[in-house]
């Protein structure tokens, strides 16, 4: 956990500014500052429309009585994936459009359902449901 931290807090940043920079002096100031507002906008309507989607799926789940399981982790990964899309530079714009992949996304929750699901079973984790 120490590592990841790490490199999200620390070597992440540094490598986002050496590709900023980089781009920067290949393109220019202004096509880089361009480029990160528009996928900026991209990467939030893209988002705007699969979280509607994922929404309809759960309201119709939901009306056939089923648990919106899959539209519930869908919409956690597309929170996930919009402040990466919104936070300038590109490798952050990079990770967050990957997040908007569907397939990936399935690939994605299905790895943090094992991983929940063994935490659980070796008792380090619990789940706890409230009812109103």
């Avoid at 906008?41 to 009585?65: E, K, S, T, V």
């Avoid at 967050?96 to 690939?107: K, Q, V």
Wanted: net charge positive.
């Amino acid at each position: 956990m120490l590592i990841f931290l790490i490199t999200l807090f620390i070597i992440g940043p540094i490598a986002e500014i050496y590709v900023l920079l980089a781009a920067g002096s290949a393109f220019g100031v202004l096509p880089v500052i361009g480029a990160c507002l528009a996928t900026a906008f991209l990467g939030g309507w893209i988002i705007r429309l699969q979280g509607l989607a994922a929404l309809n799926i759960a309201q119709q789940d939901m009306r056939d009585g089923r648990l919106p399981v899959a539209s519930a982790i869908n919409g956690a990964l597309l929170i996930v994936a919009a402040p990466f899309l919104m936070t300038p530079g590109f490798l952050t714009d990079a990770i967050g459009f990957a997040l908007l992949i569907p397939p990936l996304r399935l690939f994605l929750a299905r790895l943090a359902i094992k991983y929940i699901k063994k935490r659980i079973d070796r008792g380090d984790a619990t789940i706890t449901i409230i009812r109103p």
